[in-house]
């Protein structure tokens, strides 16, 4: 990937939005997850932790979904959870803040109000997912692929390995490119530099 195709704006899938609240400590200061070597640490881990270095002067823009609400609502250890949904309206304030401020894309998507109301494109897109038998059952998925549409992202950054993950060759004919943080990461790595 060179430079220029680097993704600016990502949709964070929800398991990558629990990650970076669970892992926090791991990702933003260095220290090991509680009984973890160095070495156990998992690679998609790893690359967040990367990813949030360099952005620390990237600025790179993490959109949260509503629906991230919903899943995270839905969720069966409340006291965990109420965490997660706190962190979620912290990310989603931030995200909300940058979209109103960034005029670069917001001729293109319209305003916040307007981002949630379905275009024809947007609608021939979830004809287009429902034909899927997988995307058809997972209504979540379904509408978190729109709402990349709706947001304009460049990447869905996911660790979840079902649905998305499983039709991303197909998703990127589709304009939706799908990516791990691994994958982000080894995107980002030969430009790292460019940020220090």
């Not at 600025?59 to 949904?85: D, G, H, K, M, Y």
């Not at 319209?110 to 981002?115: A, D, K, L, N, W």
């Not at 998305?164 to 982000?184: A, C, M, Q, T, Y």
Request: net charge negative; with cysteine; hydrophobic share 45%.
């Amino acid at each position: 990937m060179d430079f220029l195709s680097i993704p600016g704006r990502l949709l964070l899938d929800t398991c990558v939005l629990n990650i970076i609240q669970d892992e926090g400590a791991y990702i933003f200061e260095g220290e090991i997850p509680e009984g973890l070597t160095e070495s156990e640490i998992p690679e998609d881990l790893k690359a967040l932790r990367y990813i949030f270095q360099v952005n620390e002067r990237a600025a790179f823009q993490f959109l949260v979904s509503p629906l991230t609400f919903a899943e995270l609502a839905n969720a069966t250890n409340i006291f965990r959870n109420w965490r997660r949904i706190q962190w979620a309206f912290d990310v989603l304030d931030v995200w909300l803040i940058v979209l109103e401020e960034t005029g670069d894309r917001k001729k293109e998507g319209g305003t916040v109000q307007h981002r949630f109301k379905l275009t024809e494109e947007l609608q021939e897109l979830e004809s287009r997912l429902m034909s899927n038998p997988d995307f058809r059952r997972d209504p979540f998925d379904r509408l978190l692929l729109i709402q990349y549409k709706m947001g304009n992202c460049d990447a869905f950054l996911t660790v979840d390995r079902n649905t998305i993950w499983r039709h991303r060759d197909w998703l990127l004919n589709e304009g939706i490119k799908v990516l791990s943080p691994s994958d982000f990461w080894a995107a980002l790595k030969p430009y790292a530099a460019l940020w220090y």
